[in-house]
């Protein structure tokens, strides 16, 4: 079975009619394949119970699969034990626990927080608004004209010997990957410690948490063909002692009485209430995928067609693409210098193309590109020649609409 044959939204007639829809949206969310929609229908019309309360069959079988989803997940991700996954909502649920399960108790007055120049919105406020909140110094790594971030400068603030550095793993809007092994290395020997967000790494590239040394790891489910509303929050074995209860309720708890409670360890003490338990299954099934032969081979392949996508773009006149094309994950960025990028959206729109076009949830970034938004193309393991060409052919005409 080919992958794309997986992903049965593409052979809806009405979403084919009347060009095909060709989906380079993938940054955004990823379409699911159809392992992971029949997981999360299975659940609810063959197995439904809740996890972890269970003294009947039903409820102790939903409760050993939900386990062994986060032992794979572990796996999946290098991790030590599953005992370091924390299920979250997504990339940013996780970064804002942290920000408060962590940072609240460990950033102070005067403290420096790094992040880089060109993280997406959920890597950057909730730590600006912690050192609002602390008196902490919020410092930014500049961006280059090509869109890496200034190693010279992040080598720089690393002298001030920073509380926490939060980087991402690759960038939302431009999809080149970061040295993140190297920049959670310089963090450490400073003593800081580091928080990586994976949002966009995990459906493109192997990921070892343990090899790279970070301390926390977050991505979310849907962006790896897995279902949303569902994340993660790796928490490296020597942190944990360090990271609070952040929500109070049912299951994180050892014992309460009228005079005082005390609590279970990570992962339960972090996930009270009821979770997302065909998220959570759904989630599996999407890393079983991640995880099947043919995956990592179309993965492969898909840096083929980017060079392709890259090629015939850069052919079309008054195409300005942004950011490096070396070392990414599968996404460009451009603008039509003196055109809006929500009108070129519309008019792909128009020819059933999604791409997106905006700033990425990365004004930072957008601003030290000198830009208001792009237009973004994202590939992910089903897109092929055709989606290329057909986007092609349709800016083309976009522009020889807008351009006269
Ligand atoms: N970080 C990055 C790099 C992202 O691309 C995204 C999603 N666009 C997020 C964080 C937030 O992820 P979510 O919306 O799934 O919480």
Redesign the pocket.
């Known amino acids: 079975m080919s992958i794309r044959s997986q992903f049965t939204l593409f052979s809806n007639q009405e979403l084919n009619t009347p060009t095909p829809f060709i989906y380079l949206d993938n ?2 969310t990823t379409q699911k394949p159809q392992s992971v929609i029949d997981v999360i229908t299975h659940f609810y019309q063959h197995q439904n119970a809740n996890v972890h309360r269970g003294s009947y069959n039903t409820a102790n079988q939903v409760t050993a699969r939900y386990e062994q989803a986060r032992v794979n997940l572990a796996n999946f991700i290098g991790a030590k034990s599953d005992t370091n996954i924390v299920w979250t909502k ?4 996780s970064i804002n626990l942290v920000a408060y399960a962590w940072g609240e108790t460990h950033i102070s007055d005067g403290d420096t927080i790094v992040v880089l120049g060109s993280e ?1 919105h ?2 950057f406020v909730p730590w600006q608004q912690l050192a609002l909140r602390k008196g902490a110094n919020f410092e930014v790594v500049n961006v280059l004209e090509n869109g890496d971030l200034d190693l010279a400068h992040y080598q720089n603030l690393m002298d001030k010997k920073p509380k926490l550095v939060a980087v ?1 793993h690759c960038s ?1 809007a431009l999809g080149n990957i970061h040295p993140i092994k190297q920049l959670t290395e310089l963090a450490k020997q400073v003593g800081a410690t580091v928080l990586v ?1 994976g ?2 790494a995990v459906a493109h590239i192997k990921v070892d948490v343990q090899d790279i040394g970070c301390d926390f790891y977050t991505f ?1 489910g ?2 790896m063909y897995g279902p949303t509303g569902i ?1 993660v929050l790796y928490i490296a074995e020597d942190i944990k002692h360090e990271v609070n209860p952040f929500h109070f309720g049912g299951e994180m708890i050892q014992s309460v009485t009228i005079e005082k409670t005390s609590f279970r360890p990570i992962p339960a003490l972090l996930e009270t209430g009821t979770p997302n338990i065909s998220g959570v299954l759904g989630f599996d099934a999407a890393v079983k995928f991640m995880q099947n032969e043919q995956t990592q081979h179309d993965l492969a392949s898909t840096s083929d067609l980017y060079n392709y996508l890259v090629s015939q773009l850069s052919q079309i006149d008054k195409v300005r693409l942004l950011g490096s094309t070396e070392n990414n994950i599968g996404v460009i960025s451009f603008v039509v210098d003196g055109e809006s990028v929500a009108d070129i959206g519309a008019l792909l729109n128009e020819q059933n193309i999604a791409v997106r076009c905006g700033h990425h ?1 990365a004004m930072p970034l957008m601003q030290a590109l000198k830009v208001n938004g792009t237009v973004r193309v994202s590939l992910a393991i089903y897109n092929d020649k055709s989606d290329v060409d057909g986007f092609i052919n349709a800016l083309k005409k976009s522009l020889d609409i807008l351009c006269c």
């Open positions: 940054a955004a997504g990339t940013t649920e997406h959920a890597n991402q939302n967000d949002a966009q979310s849907h962006k994340g949830c």
